[in-house]
């Protein structure tokens, strides 16, 4: 396997781990991962950030076993998690490291380090309000199904993050019907009725409600079986499912 992470994030990493704990907290940390001896070979009263650069050279030195790839990621994971429980999310603190993991195409959410969303600025503006809108109008199906999208597909499940999002998106539309005071007392099955009821008196118009039936084509293709779907396929289907939610949200006041 190769790394996740680039050299870049692992020195801005050092570059606060070694201000932040001991030598004694170092040495206890780099021993849970068997590079104790690595940490420890430079002379007694070395630098800690020399010693920690000692570590870094071992983990790239010519002729690596791969497993090294898994342990540098590993330690970068670690380190961060390390750093977020003494400094917190302080921006001044954070802004070197979430640059350099930026370029490698992750961020940190709480703490923890996720792989990004291909999106701009402002499609994670969006993103963030619909989760906020969401969560103030009460609708909590599509909430948790967004939220499964965005973990499954931090955790490369590819397949499963694409049902999530397909979910999220049905019941948008489920539960905007619901809302709406022309909701039969009856009610109207959940899916392609309800979206159906969505154009008859609307609420969306005749060309979204076409859009919306090869939408929806395109989500139920491949499924959720493994190994049908990647990275980019998935990418796009949380892209365009976003776009569409949140075109049709902020209509609801």
Sequence with gaps: MSRRFSERTMAECCSIIHNVMTDAQLDNFFTKFGLQQIYRRLPTGSAKLKRIQEVVAYLSRPG???DTDDLWDRLILEIIEILYGKIGDKKSSWSNIEDALRADGYEIE?????LSLPQSGEVKQIYDKIEKKLGKMGLGVPLRHL???RENYNLQLW???NASIRSFLEAVFNEIAEKLPTYPQNGI???GKRRQFLAEVNFISKDESELLKHLFKILHTSGSHPGISNESDCSSRILMSVGIAWRVLSRVK
Excluded: T
């Excluded at 709480?110 to 996720?114: D, E, L, R, T």
């Design 64 to 66: 690596a076993m791969k």
């Design 110 to 114: 709480n703490g923890k380090v996720v």
């Design 147 to 149: 939220e499964q999208a």
């Design 159 to 161: 397949e499963s993050a």
């Design 189 to 191: 099955d959940q899916g």
